[in-house]
C-alpha cells in the first residue's frame, strides 16, 4: 500500500459507499409482483461486522429504495441508509453535517457516474474494478475484485491494515 493512500485509509471513521454494482453485481431482479431480489456477498457481510467491530461506522446511499438493502443492512450493522436520493452529495453533505463528521474521515466506494461528486468530496474514494473509467479515474484506490464479489470486504481490510487493526488478535475474537 502506498503511503499517500495508507494516510488517507487511517483517518477513516465512515465508510459509505453505493449499493447496486458495489455491494451487488448490479443486477435487478424484479418478479412480476413488484418485488425485487438482490445477491449479497457472504465475505462483504462479514467485513461489514468486522468493520463495525473495529469502531469504523458504515452507510449506503442509493438512488434505489430496497428492502432487501434494509434486511441487509440490519444483517451487517449499518448504520446510514440513504435510498432513494437523486443528489448523492447532497445526501453525503446532510448526512456529515447531521452527525459532525469531517469529509476527511470518510471513505466512499462506487461504481458509476452518479457516485463520483462524492467521491470527490471525501478523504478516501474507492472504485470497484468494474466501474465506469470516469469513477476509475476519480478514486484514490480501485480494487482487485468487483462489485458484489468481495470489493467491499476489500477496501475493509485495506483500511483497517491501514489503521493496525487487522491481526490475529482483532481477526479471532469469539
Not at 425485487?36 to 457481510?45: I, M, T
Amino acid at each position: 500500500m502506498s503511503d499517500p493512500l495508507a494516510e488517507r485509509a487511517r483517518h477513516i471513521g465512515l465508510l459509505l459507499m453505493d449499493c447496486d454494482g458495489v455491494l451487488t453485481e448490479g443486477f435487478i431482479h424484479l418478479l412480476p409482483d413488484g418485488t425485487e431480489l438482490k445477491s449479497f456477498n457472504s465475505q462483504d457481510g462479514h467485513g461489514l461486522k468486522l468493520a463495525r467491530r473495529a469502531g469504523i461506522r458504515t452507510g449506503v446511499i442509493t438512488g434505489r429504495h430496497s428492502p432487501a438493502l434494509e434486511q441487509r443492512a440490519r444483517e451487517t450493522g449499518i448504520e446510514f441508509l440513504c435510498q432513494a436520493t437523486s443528489d448523492k452529495a447532497q445526501a453525503l453533505t446532510e448526512l456529515l453535517t447531521a452527525h459532525a463528521i469531517p469529509r476527511q474521515a470518510v471513505a466512499f466506494i462506487g461504481d458509476d457516474l452518479p457516485d463520483v461528486p462524492v467521491m470527490q468530496q471525501v478523504g478516501l474514494a474507492i472504485a470497484v474494478a468494474n466501474a465506469v473509467l470516469e469513477v476509475k479515474q476519480a478514486a484514490h484506490y480501485v480494487t482487485t475484485r468487483t462489485g458484489g464479489r468481495g470489493a467491499v470486504r476489500e477496501a475493509i481490510e485495506l483500511i483497517l491494515k491501514a489503521q493496525g487493526k487487522w491481526n490475529a488478535e482483532f481477526l479471532f475474537l469469539a
